[in-house]
C-alpha cells in the first residue's frame, strides 16, 4: 500500500502524493459526510436503537479487526459509518439530556483548519498565528465577562480545577472550598484532587446556594476559604443569587469562582444578560462554549480577574521557552495552561464570534430560552404532566403526574434503549424528575409537543 496523503502540505521529496497539501482531504471530505448522512440515516432518530449491547455489536462488526495486518482503505467510511450510526445526535429535537449541544457548522469547519494546521500552543514556534489570536480572543471574552484575562480550557471542569489550583497558589494549601450542594461535582473533586482540606457543602434546598446559610458557614470557619456559586446549574439551569454572594465574599474576606459553565452564554443575550449580574465580582469564572455556545468539544474558559495569579502557572522549559528567547521577544506560552501539546481551540471560538456577532449569538440564545419556556408551558398546561419550576436558562424538569420514582426512570430507559428521545434526569427535591435541557436553536413547536407525547405514551401505569 502508498503511504497515505497527509492533511497538511507540502509533503517533502519522498510523499508520493506530492505538494497538494490540503487537497488531499477533498475526496476524503466527499467520504466522511457520505458515511455521515448513511450512518445517520441507518440510525433514524437521536441515538441509536437496542441498547448498550446492540451498539457495541455493531461497531465490532463494523471494526472487525482492530489492528489488521494489511491496512483497509475503506476504514474512514466504515469507521465514520458506524460511529453516526451509533451516535446521541445532539442535533435532533428529542435529542435533549445534558448539556451537549448541536455544533455550528461553521465552527466544526474551523476545527477541521485545526486538524489540518496542527498548531500547538505550548511554544510560539509552533503556533505564531494561533498564539496571536489566543491573547486577542481571551482578553476579549474576559472582558465579557468583567475580567481581564481568560485561560482556554478542555472545558468545565478544567476551569473549574484551574480556579481551585489558582485560589491555593494565591492563599496557601489550608484554603477551603465552600460551595452549595447544587455545585458542579468537579468541584469538590478538583479540592480532592489537589489535596485542599475537606470540602463544606451549604444547603442549597431551593436549586441555589442559600445566602444565609452561606453567611454562617463564612462566619464560623477559619480562613483562608473559597466560594464557589454556580450561574447555570447542571440539574436545573438556576443561578445562585451572585450579588448577594459577592457581597458576602467581600465582608468576610473569602475569595470568589462562580461556574457559569453553562450560564456564561447568557453573556451574548441582550435579553438575559442582566441575569448574570454580579459575575464580575469574581476572581475567577468559569466559561463553557461547547454547552450555550454551540461549539464541538472542548471549547472552555477560565476568566481570571487578576492576571498576577497567572504568574502560579509559569513554568520553563528550555526546548519551549528559554529565557534567552523570551527576552529576545518570543511569547512565553507555557504558562497559559496546565498542558504541554494544546491543539487551538480559540479558532473554532474565534470564527463563531466573527460570524455570528453578539446579534447572532444572542439570538441563538433568546431561542433556546423561548423553547424552554413554550416547553414548560405545555407541561404546565397538560393534566398528566407536573412542571418542576419556570425555567431560567433552557432547563426543564417535569415528571408523569401521579408517577413512582420508579416509573420515572423506567420512561426515561425505554426512550433511550428504542433510540427515540433522549432526556436526563435530576432529583433536586428528592423526587425523581425528567430533565429537558434544550440546546438546539432549530427545534420546532411541534417537535416539544412530540416529545411530551412521547413521554405520555410510555410511561408505565
Ligand atoms: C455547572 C457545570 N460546571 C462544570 C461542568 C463540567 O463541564 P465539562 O463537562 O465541560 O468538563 C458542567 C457539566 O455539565 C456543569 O454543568
Same mark, same amino acid.
Do not use: M
Given at each position: 500500500m502508498s503511504?497515505?496523503? *497527509?492533511?497538511?502540505?507540502?509533503?517533502?521529496?519522498?510523499?508520493?502524493?506530492?505538494?497538494?497539501?490540503? &487537497?488531499?482531504?477533498?475526496?476524503l471530505l466527499d467520504t466522511v459526510l457520505g458515511a455521515l448522512r448513511e450512518g445517520a440515516r441507518a440510525r433514524g432518530g437521536p441515538l441509536p436503537a437496542g441498547g448498550p449491547d446492540a451498539v457495541a455489536a455493531r461497531v465490532r462488526a463494523a471494526v472487525g479487526d482492530v489492528l489488521p495486518d494489511?491496512?483497509?482503505? &475503506?476504514?474512514?467510511?466504515?469507521?465514520?459509518?458506524?460511529?453516526?450510526?451509533?451516535?446521541?445526535?445532539?442535533?435532533?429535537?428529542?435529542?435533549?439530556?445534558h448539556l451537549h449541544c448541536p455544533p455550528l457548522a461553521v465552527a466544526t469547519a474551523a476545527d477541521l483548519a485545526v486538524g489540518v494546521l496542527n498548531p500547538s500552543l505550548d511554544s510560539w514556534d509552533q503556533a505564531p498565528a494561533a498564539s496571536a489570536l489566543e491573547r486577542l480572543v481571551t482578553r476579549a471574552l474576559a472582558r465579557e465577562a468583567g475580567a481581564a484575562d481568560a485561560l482556554v480550557t478542555t472545558g468545565g471542569t478544567e476551569s473549574n480545577q484551574l480556579a481551585l489550583l489558582l485560589a491555593r497558589e494565591a492563599h496557601g494549601g489550608s484554603v477551603r472550598l465552600v460551595c452549595g450542594t447544587n455545585a458542579h461535582h468537579s468541584l469538590p473533586r478538583a479540592a480532592w484532587l489537589l489535596g485542599l482540606p475537606e470540602p463544606v457543602l451549604v444547603p442549597a434546598p431551593a436549586g441555589t446556594l442559600d445566602?444565609?446559610? %452561606?453567611?454562617?458557614?463564612?462566619?464560623?470557619?477559619?480562613?483562608?476559604?473559597?466560594?464557589?456559586?454556580?450561574a447555570?446549574?447542571?440539574?436545573?439551569? *438556576?443561578? &445562585?443569587? *451572585?450579588?448577594?454572594?459577592?457581597?458576602?465574599?467581600?465582608?468576610?474576606?473569602?475569595? %470568589?469562582?462562580?461556574?457559569?459553565?453553562?450560564?456564561?452564554?447568557? %453573556?451574548?443575550?441582550d435579553r438575559y444578560r442582566h441575569r448574570l449580574a454580579g459575575l464580575d465580582a469574581a476572581d475567577t469564572v468559569t466559561l463553557d462554549l461547547h454547552k450555550l455556545g454551540w461549539q464541538p468539544i472542548a471549547a472552555g474558559l477560565l476568566a481570571?480577574?487578576?492576571?498576577?495569579?497567572?504568574?502560579? *502557572?509559569?513554568?520553563?522549559?528550555?526546548?519551549?521557552?528559554? &529565557?534567552?528567547?523570551?527576552?529576545?521577544g518570543l511569547p512565553d506560552l507555557l504558562g497559559r495552561s496546565l498542558r504541554t501539546s494544546r491543539r487551538p481551540d480559540v479558532l473554532k471560538i474565534a470564527v463563531t464570534l466573527k460570524t455570528l456577532g453578539r446579534t447572532g449569538l444572542g439570538a441563538l440564545v433568546d431561542q433556546v430560552c423561548a423553547h424552554a419556556d413554550a416547553f414548560a408551558a405545555l407541561v404546565h398546561d397538560h393534566p398528566g404532566f407536573e412542571l418542576y419550576d419556570r425555567p431560567t436558562i433552557s432547563t426543564v424538569l417535569f415528571r408523569p403526574a401521579a408517577s413512582t420514582d420508579d416509573a420515572v426512570a423506567a420512561v426515561r430507559r425505554k426512550l433511550l434503549t428504542d433510540g427515540r428521545a433522549v432526556l436526563g434526569r435530576a432529583r433536586p427535591d428528592g423526587r425523581l424528575w425528567l430533565k429537558a435541557t434544550l440546546l438546539n436553536p432549530h427545534t420546532r413547536p411541534d417537535d416539544l409537543a412530540a416529545l411530551l407525547q412521547l413521554v405520555e405514551g410510555n410511561t408505565p401505569r
Open positions: 503511504t497515505p496523503p *497527509l492533511a497538511s502540505g507540502p509533503e517533502g521529496p519522498e510523499g508520493p502524493e506530492g505538494p497538494e497539501g490540503p &487537497d488531499a482531504l477533498r475526496p494489511k491496512g483497509d482503505p &475503506d476504514a474512514l467510511r466504515l469507521l465514520v459509518r458506524a460511529l453516526a450510526e451509533g451516535a446521541a445526535d445532539p442535533a435532533h429535537p428529542r435529542c435533549a439530556a445566602p444565609a446559610a %452561606l453567611d454562617e458557614a463564612l462566619t464560623t470557619l477559619p480562613g483562608p476559604l473559597l466560594v464557589a456559586a454556580t447555570g446549574t447542571t440539574d436545573a439551569g *438556576l443561578i &445562585d443569587p *451572585l450579588p448577594d454572594i459577592a457581597a458576602r465574599c467581600a465582608a468576610h474576606g473569602a475569595r %470568589l469562582h462562580i461556574d457559569a459553565a453553562y450560564g456564561g452564554g447568557l %453573556l451574548f443575550s481570571v480577574t487578576h492576571p498576577g495569579d497567572l504568574t502560579a *502557572l509559569d513554568q520553563r522549559a528550555d526546548y519551549l521557552n528559554a &529565557d534567552d528567547d523570551t527576552e529576545a
